[in-house]
């Protein structure tokens, strides 16, 4: 699972979550079969969040589940491409996520969906 380092570590300490569990197809904070909550056994991630900073570009965090989930819930599975093949090509990406301000009655509790992303250039 991709997914953001500030999502599994403590900002301010740099500190990982004890216990972590990914919860697919979460929608109005359920899920829709239990038995397909699965436990991260293992997290790879960008950043270390150094005295509290955040540097987005390095807030990122790939989790290991301890079950395979991509048959049922699909996956994308990897390719490598530059920079610069998304930024020949404008608004073709998704952004798909758990939003501290979405919805707004209940953020967080059902993923959002942006269609129409760019990325625009890259960073060393």
């Known amino acids: 699972v991709l997914t953001n380092a500030h999502c599994v570590l403590d900002p301010e300490t740099g500190v990982l979550s004890k216990k972590i569990d990914f919860l697919p197809n979460f ?4 899920v829709r079969d ?5 436990s991260v056994r293992r997290v790879i991630y960008g950043t270390d969040f150094q005295n ?3 540097d987005n570009a390095k807030d990122w965090a790939i989790l290991v589940l ?8 699909g996956h994308l ?7 610069s093949v998304f930024a020949r ?5 998704f952004f798909v996520g758990y939003s501290g301000d979405f919805p ?6 059902t993923a959002g969906f942006e269609a129409g992303c760019s990325i625009t250039g ?3």
Do not use: C, T, V
């Open 27 to 30: 929608i109005n904070g359920r």
């Open 34 to 38: 239990s038995r397909d909550i699965a």
């Open 52 to 54: 509290g900073s955040q």
């Open 66 to 73: 301890d079950k395979p989930l991509g048959r049922k819930y």
């Open 77 to 83: 599975g990897w390719k490598s491409l530059s920079p």
């Open 89 to 93: 090509n404008p608004r073709k990406l």
């Open 104 to 109: 707004k009655n209940n953020p967080g509790m």
């Open 122 to 124: 890259e960073n060393n």
